[in-house]
């Protein structure tokens, strides 16, 4: 299959102005003096030279955070007036839409259209979210069995870290920064090695903003020294991960053998999408390819295992496999694609690698399989049948866009299957039977479970993992507990003994 990298017509190379760490409100050079490349995932060439943070500079930006929340002025504001920042902060990134979503697109190969129709507004609306909660948290009074009276504060948690993956860079970083900031935390991000451009942008617009200098540092880097500077760090409070399972486990090892900081993980998945014989063949087959598909399969929560039951199997293998061989796959700047290209160059061969895995596995190769195109990272939406639970192609995550057919024959079948596996992000159940949908909710070990509708996220639904896709929620009300401790104040009512 070729593939036109030329991004349509109205390409124009988007300008990166700021390459170098965001520490206390200044950009600055790293202390080494070092830098890394960013490509560009459309032909493998670089876009950008930016500063390599490692632990000195996790040093320093963890000062200026401890400085902000030690001394300045953000933990002790009213949270109507954190909230009123954050109002400002989203005004602003919603003036920066294109341009945000532009250096996303370019930095990690992801639809520009959909970058400026969802990603980005998406950001924009969840930092509203929690803007207008930054002043409805508040504790209990409590009910104390003597004479005594009590209450609880939520307080911020203190400096956090937040480590982020490469696969979706703006909502990612507004994921973590949103409800921190609406807490009273000061917080130091360290984006993902690919994907560093959009986080240092949008670090300015929190000081234009008025976010105060230090309670918002990004430290660019790679996560074996700037990520593990900052999980072992003794002056950080908490660090809340997403990433992968293997990296998740580093991080919550470094952080027991440094200071016992708190730890929040949002890790890996390999989700099922349960298709059962009453639901509507074409639209199963158009969700069960978003499912896997979107974003070339680099989601978290990419529905890769379909099992379809054995009365619709045959049609759905037909039409599935059509449907594949029709999405577009190109530069990811032209509207016109559906699917651009891997985000790196270790990405791309570990998906064709499991590709390869697959077929020596012995499961078949319905349709896609290669690469596209002679440059760049494109792969072609690939589709195996006679997929077997054993096989690691059903029970590794791929983060690539490979999707592993199965047939079952009853609802008992379905509910085994989809929970054999060590992940529990997500599920999709498709029927029009409530009692079936309602029996598979319930019985699937899963954060997050989607009847009759995928990747239908929404600020107010908490998201986040059972088993091995990890713990903590992000969005909703929840994900503000990630950043708060509870105090207990207890004191004796007038004229009452005081033990
Ligand atoms: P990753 O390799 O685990 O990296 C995630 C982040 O951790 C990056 O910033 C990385 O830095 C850093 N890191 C690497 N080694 C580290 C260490 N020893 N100590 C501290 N930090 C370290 O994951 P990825 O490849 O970027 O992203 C894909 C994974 O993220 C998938 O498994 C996916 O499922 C998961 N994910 C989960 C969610 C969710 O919400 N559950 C959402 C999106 C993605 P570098 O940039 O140097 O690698
Ligand atoms: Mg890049």
């Given at each position: ?106 930095d990690g190969g992801k639809l520009l259209t959909l970058g400026k129709a ?22 209990e009074t409590l009910k104390l069995s003597r004479e005594y009276q009590g ?270 596996t060590r992940y529990g992000l997500a599920a999709g159940v498709l029927t ?68």
């Amino acid at each position: 299959m070729a593939v036109d990298c030329n991004g349509g017509e109205s390409f124009k190379m988007p300008e990166i102005k700021f390459t170098k760490l965001f520490i206390n409100g200044q950009f600055v050079d790293s202390v080494s003096g070092k830098t890394f490349e960013t490509r560009d995932p459309r032909t493998g060439d670089v876009i950008a030279n930016v500063a390599e943070g490692d632990k000195e500079d996790i040093d320093l930006a963890v000062r200026a955070a401890r400085n902000a929340f030690d001394h300045g002025k953000w933990p002790r504001m009213s949270g109507f007036e954190r909230g009123r920042i954050m109002m400002k902060l989203a005004d602003l990134l919603e003036q920066h839409i294109e341009e945000v979503a532009e250096l996303d697109s370019l930095d990690g190969g992801k639809l520009l259209t959909l970058g400026k129709a969802m990603d980005i507004p998406g950001a924009v609306n969840l930092l509203r979210y929690y803007a207008g909660a930054a002043d409805k948290i508040h504790g209990e009074t409590l009910k104390l069995s003597r004479e005594y009276q009590g209450y609880t504060l939520k307080e911020p948690i203190g400096v956090v870290g937040h480590i982020i993956p490469w696969n979706y860079p703006t909502t990612m970083f507004f994921f973590k920064v949103s409800p921190a900031l609406a807490t009273g935390c000061t917080m130091v991000v360290k984006p993902a090695e690919q994907t560093p451009l959009s986080a240092l942008f949008c670090a300015q617009l929190a000081k234009k903003a008025g976010v105060p200098d230090g309670v918002l540092n990004v430290v660019t880097g790679f996560g074996a020294t700037a990520g593990a500077a900052l999980s072992s760090h003794m002056d950080v409070d908490k660090i809340s991960f997403t990433g992968s399972t293997e990296v998740g486990r580093l991080v919550m090892e470094a952080a027991a053998k440094s200071n016992l900081k708190h730890v929040s993980l949002e890790l890996g998945g390999k989700s099922p999408v349960i298709i059962f014989d009453d639901a509507d063949v074409d639209m199963a087959v158009d969700l069960a390819r978003i499912a896997t598909f979107f974003n070339k399969g680099e989601i978290c929560v990419s529905g890769t295992r379909i099992y379809v039951q054995e009365g619709i199997y045959d049609e759905f293998v037909k039409k599935i496999a059509e449907k594949a061989k029709s999405w577009v796959v190109g530069d990811p700047f032209d509207p016109k694609v559906q699917q651009g290209p891997q985000v790196d160059k270790v990405q791309f061969e570990k998906v064709l690698n499991y590709i390869d895995l697959g077929k020596r596995e012995g499961a078949t190769l319905l349709t896609g399989g290669k690469r596209c195109g002679e440059k760049g990272y494109y792969i072609e939406p690939t589709i195996f049948t006679d997929v077997k639970e054993e096989m690691r192609i059903a029970q590794d995550e791929i983060f690539g866009p490979v999707m592993s057919l199965m047939k079952f024959k009853t609802i008992e079948e379905a509910i085994e299957k989809a929970n054999n596996t060590r992940y529990g992000l997500a599920a999709g159940v498709l029927t029009k039977d409530i009692n079936t949908a309602n029996r598979v909710s319930r019985s699937i070990r899963a954060g997050t479970i989607w009847i009759n509708c995928y990747f239908a996220f929404d600020n107010d639904v908490p998201f986040g993992g059972y088993k091995m896709s990890g713990f903590g929620k992000d969005m909703g009300m929840h994900a503000l507990d990630k950043y708060l401790q509870v105090k207990s104040v207890v004191t004796p009512i007038y004229g009452s003994p005081w033990l």
